[in-house]
């Protein structure tokens, strides 16, 4: 396996290399470039090179000629490469270097790229990742949204094929402008932020901690939060309430900030939508909230008793004894009864600016606008009404430059009444600025970044942006606007967004760059395309996760009408429309991309039944509901198989047909069947947590519901076994039946 070097080759670099030292490893390296350092101190056998025609072709060439080949290279081949006017020209003559073919891979990144193109992108460079051994990846260099790019793409890869600890993420930044010394600096942490996102986004979305409750390390505060994911998935709406209720009177003990304001800002909302007293009702729109559509739906009609209701509900309740509803019947009553009068959500646009070295501002014209500016957002103020204005800058003295210039550019009549400098303390640098940016602009309101930048600076500034921008009343629309400033600013700025919208906080309504496209014309350049991907893959690994559906997703719409087919059919435990949709899987021919080909291929591993038995066909859709964690539904088809299997009398009232077999099997001890009675009583509790969630009885219940799903999976086996006897348990039943009648008979 190669150990790759990841970077985007820049240009003018051999003037770079003889102007600047560089700092790797504490240790100075003079009149070297940092590249002329990572070719010397790491150890890599394959570069994986961004870049395009402008890029020192030639500066890499003879890096890798000295490494190589452990000579210089000729200066003809050189100057060769400075002249080549095209990317598969210099592809072809690295490849025809019998030593160097073997070395590189070289990729031309477009931001403009087709969604199709970018998810082959993906993919190619998925495979070149997983299949190598460590990987150091530079961002220092290339467009800016190249490494917002490349870190994402590494975050879809580690914790599945590849381990996190095999990456090394570099970036090379200015550390004395007077005497041209930069530094390369670690930025793993971003990696282990976008981890920890992946693993608290579960809970912020479906109330699910599983996958994060390791990062936590208060016992008290993990066990809470399970009680409240389980005590959600089982429909126990008394248990539910009290926990969420008793959750603010303890005092609990966070490993970092967003811990705190994540888990505190979503158990907040979720209990502002339960009612003030505990009804039947009291968990409709909780559920909806976390995409529980089939529970919300049996608190509708428990609190109704909808008669339009009851056979839905008896289809998610009675899964095995019901034939299930047509596929647009169900869609049909979802719609009336959830989302006819539903408002939709409301986002308050906020715009965030970097602010970089304002002495470089440059008066440029937007022509679409007939615009003329020092500012490049201004082209975003004026089509768009924005609540608030983020600028982000460091602790520096460009800020009275900016504030100058708007002034004069505004023209307006303002008395300064502080030089924004070095002068003030760093602890209310940010309090003064943004006393003298409010008379710019009232909506202007200054994020102020720590200069040293360090691995606590950089967390430290993410809880102010999560500060800033979570809410519990409202949701922020983000423009970010990335045109000034360092890359790795611009890149820490995006990952926190990101990250807070994987949690489910904020929306990322656009990532744009405003760059000089001709001398004194700039243009607006939207990279919506790699966000809008990046996005994809995380909404389809939820759906394999946990079968839930996002309307969001951005891929095609017959696909889509399948997904949400099936995760609604799914959900609402309707395992016999789930068969009869086999041909309609297998016969799918939709498919415009390769992750919709993977979306596809896990559809048909995943929901087409593999033997004809319709036991069989419910024991593999039990076993799939406990993969999703939808425990209610697991529970309502176990004790639905019991009753069903094990008597297969059937009984048109199904509340009827449940209440004469469990009492069968009460006394069934006593017509000769000691070992199923005695299965009945080893797991009677799961059918009285059943019952809670079926029917909300609010009565409370106190089982260890942390290991039911493993429960569920014993009974299941045990079944198994007793089901070979069930002619003789079904003999039993109709004499239980008779002699019922005979004792009523002497009743009377």
Same mark, same amino acid.
């Given at each position: 396996?190669?150990?790759?070097?990841?970077?985007?080759?820049?240009?003018?670099?051999?003037?770079?290399?003889?102007?600047?030292?560089?700092?790797?490893?504490?240790?100075?390296?003079?009149?070297?470039?940092?590249?002329?350092? !990572?070719?010397?101190?790491?150890?890599?056998?394959?570069?994986?090179?961004?870049? &395009?025609? &402008?890029?020192?072709?030639?500066?890499?060439?003879?890096?890798?000629?000295?490494?190589?080949?452990?000579?210089?290279?000729?200066?003809?081949?050189?100057?060769?490469?400075?002249?080549?006017?095209?990317?598969?020209?210099?592809?072809?003559?690295?490849?025809? +270097?019998?030593?160097?073919?073997?070395?590189?891979?070289?990729?031309?990144? *477009?931001?403009?790229?087709?969604? $199709?193109?970018?998810?082959?992108?993906?993919?190619?460079?998925?495979?070149?990742?997983?299949?190598?051994?460590?990987?150091?990846?530079?961002?220092?260099? =290339?467009?800016?949204?190249?490494?917002?790019?490349?870190?994402?793409?590494?975050?879809?890869?580690?914790?599945?094929?590849?381990?996190?600890?095999?990456?090394?993420?570099?970036?090379?930044?200015?550390?004395?402008?007077?005497?041209?010394?930069?530094?390369?600096?670690?930025?793993?942490?971003?990696?282990?932020?976008?981890?920890?996102?992946?693993?608290?986004?579960?809970?912020?979305?479906?109330?699910?901690?599983?996958?994060?409750?390791?990062?936590?390390?208060?016992?008290?505060?993990?066990?809470?939060?399970?009680?409240?994911?389980? !005590?959600?998935?089982?429909?126990?709406?008394?248990?539910?309430?009290?926990?969420?209720?008793?959750?603010?009177?303890?005092?609990?003990?966070?490993?970092?900030?967003?811990?705190?304001?994540?888990?505190?800002?979503?158990?907040?909302?979720?209990?502002?939508?339960?009612?003030?007293?505990?009804?039947?009702?009291?968990?409709?729109?909780?559920?909806?909230?976390?995409?529980?559509?089939?529970?919300?739906?049996?608190?509708?009609?428990?609190?109704?008793?909808?008669?339009?209701?009851?056979?839905?509900?008896?289809?998610?309740?009675?899964?095995?004894?019901?034939?299930?509803?047509?596929?647009?019947? %169900?869609?049909? /009553?979802?719609?009336? &009864?959830?989302?006819?009068?539903?408002?939709?959500?409301?986002?308050?646009?906020?715009?965030?600016?970097?602010?970089?070295?304002?002495?470089?501002?440059?008066?440029?014209?937007?022509?679409?606008?007939?615009?003329?500016?020092?500012?490049?957002?201004?082209?975003? /103020?004026?089509?768009?009404?924005?609540?608030?204005?983020?600028?982000?800058?460091?602790?520096?003295?460009?800020?009275?430059?900016?504030?100058?210039?708007?002034?004069?550019?505004?023209? %307006?009549?303002?008395?300064?009444?502080?030089?924004?400098?070095?002068?003030?303390?760093?602890?209310?640098?940010?309090?003064?600025?943004?006393?003298?940016?409010?008379?710019?602009?009232?909506?202007? *309101?200054?994020?102020?970044?720590?200069?040293?930048?360090?691995?606590?600076?950089?967390?430290?500034?993410?809880?102010?942006?999560?500060?800033?921008?979570?809410?519990? +009343?409202?949701?922020?629309?983000?423009? !970010?606007?990335?045109?000034?400033?360092?890359?790795?600013?611009?890149?820490?700025?995006?990952?926190?967004?990101?990250?807070?919208?994987? %949690? =489910?906080? /904020?929306?990322?309504?656009?990532?744009?760059?405003?760059?000089?496209?001709?001398?004194?014309?700039?243009?607006?350049?939207?990279?919506?395309?790699?966000?809008?991907?990046?996005?994809?893959?995380?909404?389809?690994?939820?759906?394999?996760?946990?079968?839930?559906?996002?309307?969001?997703?951005?891929?095609?719409?017959?696909? $889509?009408?399948?997904?949400?087919?099936?995760?609604?059919?799914?959900?609402?435990?309707?395992?016999?429309?789930?068969?009869?949709?086999?041909?309609?899987?297998?016969?799918?021919?939709?498919? @415009?991309?390769?992750?919709?080909?993977?979306?596809?291929?896990?559809?048909?591993?995943?929901?087409?039944?593999?033997?004809?038995?319709?036991?069989?066909?419910?024991?593999?859709?039990?076993?799939?509901?406990?993969?999703?964690?939808?425990?209610?539904?697991?529970?309502?088809?176990?004790?639905?198989?019991?009753?069903?299997?094990?008597?297969?009398?059937?009984?048109?009232?199904?509340?009827?047909?449940?209440?004469?077999?469990?009492?069968?099997?009460?006394?069934?001890?006593?017509?000769?069947?000691?070992?199923?009675?005695?299965?009945?009583?080893?797991?009677?509790?799961?059918?009285?947590?059943?019952?809670?969630?079926?029917?909300?009885?609010? $009565? =409370?219940?106190?089982?260890?519901?942390?290991?039911?799903?493993?429960?569920?999976?014993?009974?299941? @086996?045990?079944?198994?076994?007793?089901?070979?006897?069930?002619?003789?348990?079904?003999?039993?039943?109709?004499?239980? *039946?008779?002699?019922? $009648?005979?004792?009523?008979?002497?009743?009377?």
């Amino acid at each position: 396996m190669s150990n790759i070097l990841m970077f985007s080759l820049g240009n003018k670099l051999n003037e770079k290399s003889q102007n600047t030292s560089c700092i790797f490893n504490n240790q100075m390296y003079p009149n070297k470039y940092f590249l002329e350092v !990572y070719f010397q101190k790491i150890d890599f056998d394959k570069i994986i090179c961004f870049g &395009n025609f &402008n890029s020192s072709w030639d500066f890499l060439y003879k890096l890798m000629y000295l490494k190589y080949y452990g000579e210089k290279a000729s200066e003809e081949n050189l100057e060769f490469l400075k002249e080549i006017p095209d990317l598969e020209t210099i592809k072809e003559f690295f490849l025809n +270097d019998k030593k160097l073919k073997d070395k590189i891979i070289i990729k031309y990144f *477009e931001e403009d790229l087709a969604k $199709k193109e970018m998810i082959d992108y993906i993919y190619e460079l998925q495979k070149l990742i997983i299949n190598s051994g460590k990987i150091w990846v530079d961002i220092t260099g =290339g467009k800016r949204d190249l490494p917002i790019f490349i870190v994402q793409l590494l975050n879809l890869v580690v914790g599945k094929n590849y381990k996190k600890d095999n990456i090394e993420i570099l970036y090379t930044k200015e550390k004395d402008r007077d005497k041209k010394i930069f530094e390369t600096i670690s930025l793993k942490d971003f990696l282990d932020k976008l981890d920890y996102t992946d693993e608290i986004s579960a809970f912020s979305k479906y109330a699910c901690p599983i996958k994060f409750l390791g990062r936590l390390k208060d016992n008290s505060l993990k066990n809470i939060l399970k009680d409240i994911y389980i !005590y959600t998935q089982y429909n126990l709406t008394n248990e539910l309430v009290e926990c969420l209720r008793n959750f603010k009177s303890q005092k609990w003990e966070y490993t970092v900030y967003i811990q705190k304001k994540i888990i505190e800002t979503k158990i907040e909302q979720w209990k502002n939508l339960l009612s003030k007293t505990l009804e039947k009702d009291t968990l409709l729109d909780y559920h909806l909230e976390l995409s529980n559509e089939p529970l919300g739906m049996i608190a509708k009609y428990e609190a109704t008793n909808s008669s339009n209701l009851r056979n839905i509900r008896n289809n998610i309740v009675h899964p095995y004894s019901t034939k299930g509803i047509s596929h647009e019947l %169900l869609e049909k /009553i979802i719609e009336e &009864n959830f989302y006819q009068n539903t408002k939709k959500e409301k986002y308050s646009e906020v715009l965030i600016v970097n602010i970089g070295n304002t002495n470089n501002y440059e008066l440029v014209k937007y022509e679409k606008q007939d615009l003329t500016t020092r500012f490049s957002f201004k082209t975003l /103020i004026k089509d768009n009404k924005f609540e608030k204005i983020f600028l982000i800058g460091v602790y520096s003295n460009v800020w009275n430059k900016f504030i100058d210039n708007w002034i004069l550019e505004e023209n %307006l009549n303002i008395e300064r009444e502080n030089d924004i400098t070095k002068d003030i303390p760093e602890k209310e640098f940010e309090k003064i600025l943004n006393k003298e940016l409010k008379k710019l602009n009232k909506k202007f *309101e200054a994020i102020v970044i720590n200069n040293s930048f360090s691995e606590i600076e950089r967390n430290k500034y993410f809880e102010k942006m999560a500060e800033k921008l979570i809410r519990t +009343d409202k949701r922020y629309s983000i423009t !970010y606007d990335f045109t000034f400033s360092f890359r790795d600013i611009s890149f820490l700025n995006y990952i926190n967004l990101h990250c807070l919208e994987l %949690l =489910g906080m /904020i929306r990322i309504k656009r990532l744009i760059y405003i760059p000089i496209v001709k001398k004194g014309i700039v243009d607006i350049k939207d990279m919506d395309t790699i966000n809008s991907v990046m996005n994809l893959f995380k909404t389809v690994d939820e759906f394999k996760l946990y079968n839930k559906f996002d309307e969001k997703i951005d891929i095609n719409d017959e696909l $889509k009408k399948l997904m949400k087919k099936l995760s609604r059919i799914y959900n609402f435990n309707q395992i016999s429309i789930v068969d009869k949709m086999k041909n309609e899987i297998e016969n799918f021919n939709f498919i @415009e991309n390769k992750i919709e080909e993977n979306i596809l291929n896990f559809i048909k591993e995943k929901y087409i039944y593999k033997g004809s038995n319709k036991y069989f066909k419910a024991k593999e859709t039990l076993k799939n509901q406990l993969s999703f964690n939808n425990f209610a539904q697991a529970l309502f088809l176990l004790w639905d198989l019991i009753l069903k299997m094990l008597i297969e009398k059937d009984i048109a009232d199904k509340e009827k047909e449940q209440k004469i077999k469990k009492a069968f099997l009460e006394v069934s001890s006593e017509y000769g069947h000691k070992e199923l009675y005695n299965f009945y009583k080893k797991y009677e509790y799961l059918n009285i947590i059943r019952n809670e969630g079926a029917h909300i009885n609010l $009565k =409370g219940i106190y089982f260890p519901l942390e290991k039911i799903d493993k429960e569920i999976q014993s009974c299941l @086996e045990e079944l198994d076994i007793l089901i070979e006897n069930k002619e003789q348990y079904n003999k039993s039943f109709f004499q239980y *039946e008779k002699d019922l $009648k005979i004792k009523k008979k002497g009743k009377i």
